[in-house]
């Protein structure tokens, strides 16, 4: 099906946000959609998905013209889209998310045994077969939740499918699996529409590029033609020199120690240190152990043996106030669920985590603390400048993430956990975001980087750990290691 958007405008209060987009995609084709945080990729995504209406424009599809006045529209005319932020029912069972509205009956009950049948064809149809269907969604993790969602678009068949940041949470085998169906997809006459801010995946994908700045189309172009260091140049409107800082003098003393942690069924004896003034990643596949090991840390969850220390202090953290109490902070993997409120405003979630520390008598002392937080915006730059009243979820993904870290920096932390930072940043704000954290570490604080992405592992950390199946599995200096070598103890394969 081929799909052409024409002079498609945008406003909110007034406000326009898409200046005139034209863009077009054809059958079989993988359309990249790639620009800066704020740049207007989720406003053309929800005006594709009949989210939000057009201000201006018009949309055709092979040649007739559309009006898209709900998802319900799109879905009927075969597009789908799947979001950055989830939409599962954590709830619900895996096969219960993908049938939601179309399951089998027999003698006008549900046919359970049916639907699962139908739910594992579906995940192995499109290679996630490691997913049981059965399990309550909401137990796996994010990165399984991801290829569920992607799953349940493409229960009925689309004609054009809308990919946000697909891959934003997914590694290894599941990555490669996510291409391998968008090459079926596009061997099937399926035009996808990958907005993504992976630029090496938009290179290997796409066949064609499409750059959006400001809420214009910029440029057009093809994997062919140009290069991630351009395409770059184009999204941020100026070269990015440095995107990771130097290496940094020598660590001071151990801020964190971990000794044997372990949580059944997770992980199992691990143990690693953190020093002042260093950066160590860790890296693992989806189902390594990662995100649980920091929560373990963190106090959210309770380990079944093994020691923590801070300072030299052993501590046993039995809640997350106890750990912030003791100098940890943890920006989580997921945002929207984890690390922001989204119905209050930006000021109101930076101060969460401080509000103690903001009274006069029993009362919280609002110009303190509309001070502090004024400053962390500035300090982060977080955009629009004047954004403090704003509802956070109006912010941009970036903005949002910005937000999450001003929050947890207001506690002034001597350690920082960092569970997957720039999932669905833009480049232009990944560098920010790594600049930020060299500078926290060269002011002493210790942090710990938990990433899916290895180029960023590489290149923002001092040390890496590598995780495979809830165990340590190999330490290695950033500067001399390479992706080989790690990827060989992320899979248990390393000599």
Request: charged share 25%.
């Amino acid at each position: 099906m081929t799909l052409e958007l024409r002079g498609v405008r945008k406003d909110y209060g007034g406000v326009e946000v898409l200046h005139g987009v034209d863009l077009e995609g054809r059958p079989g084709e993988v359309l990249a959609v790639v620009g800066a945080n704020g740049a207007g990729k989720s406003t053309l995504i929800k005006i594709l998905s009949g989210a939000e209406p057009m201000t201006a424009g018009e949309m055709r599809m092979d040649g007739e013209p559309v009006e898209l006045h709900s998802p319900h529209d799109a879905h009927a005319r075969g597009i789908r889209t799947v979001y950055q932020e989830l939409s599962i029912v954590p709830g619900l069972s895996v096969t219960e998310n993908l049938l939601m509205g179309g399951f089998p009956r027999r003698r006008g009950l549900i046919d359970w045994t049916a639907a699962h049948a139908r739910a594992r064809e579906l995940l192995e149809g499109i290679g996630f077969g490691a997913i049981d269907p059965r399990t309550p969604a909401g137990r796996l993790s994010v990165a399984r939740q991801q290829m569920v969602e992607i799953a349940k678009a493409l229960v009925t068949m689309p004609r054009i499918l809308v990919l946000d940041e697909p891959s934003a949470v997914l590694a290894g085998g599941d990555l490669e699996s996510l291409f391998e169906l968008i090459r079926r997809l596009r061997e099937r006459g399926v035009l996808v529409v990958y907005v993504s801010h992976r630029l090496a995946e938009v290179m290997e994908l796409a066949t064609r590029i499409v750059v959006v700045k400001d809420g214009w189309v910029i440029a057009t172009t093809e994997p062919s033609r140009t290069s991630e260091g351009e395409l770059i140049d184009l999204m941020a409107g100026r070269r990015l020199e440095q995107i990771y800082p130097g290496r940094r003098a020598r660590p001071g003393a151990t801020r964190l120690s971990v000794r044997g942690l372990t949580r059944a069924g997770e992980f199992e004896d691990v143990s690693f240190d953190v020093r002042a003034g260093e950066i160590v990643g860790l890296f693992g596949l989806v189902g390594s152990g990662r995100s649980e090991l920091a929560r373990c840390v963190f106090g959210a969850e309770p380990s079944s043996s093994g020691q923590v220390s801070v300072d030299g202090g052993d501590v046993r953290f039995r809640t997350p106030a106890e750990a912030i109490a003791a100098g940890l902070a943890l920006v989580t993997e997921d945002r929207k669920r984890t690390g922001l409120v989204g119905g209050m405003s930006v000021l109101d979630n930076i101060a969460l985590t401080t509000m103690r520390g903001m009274r006069r008598g029993p009362l919280i002392d609002a110009a303190r603390r509309r001070e502090k937080v004024t400053a962390m915006i500035e300090r982060l730059s977080i955009q629009p400048a004047h954004c403090a009243s704003m509802r956070v979820v109006n912010l941009s993904g970036g903005n949002q993430q910005k937000a999450v870290l001003a929050k947890w920096l207001l506690t002034e932390p001597r350690v920082l956990i960092l569970d997957e930072p720039t999932r669905g940043v833009d480049m232009a704000t990944r560098v920010a975001i790594y600049h930020m954290i060299d500078d926290l570490a060269r002011d002493g604080l210790a942090v710990l980087l938990i990433s899916s992405d290895l180029t960023e592992v590489m290149g923002a950390t001092d040390r890496i750990l590598v995780m495979n199946q809830g165990r340590l599995t190999g330490e290695l200096r950033s500067d001399q290691a390479g992706e080989n070598e790690i990827l060989a103890h992320a899979i248990g394969q390393a000599a």
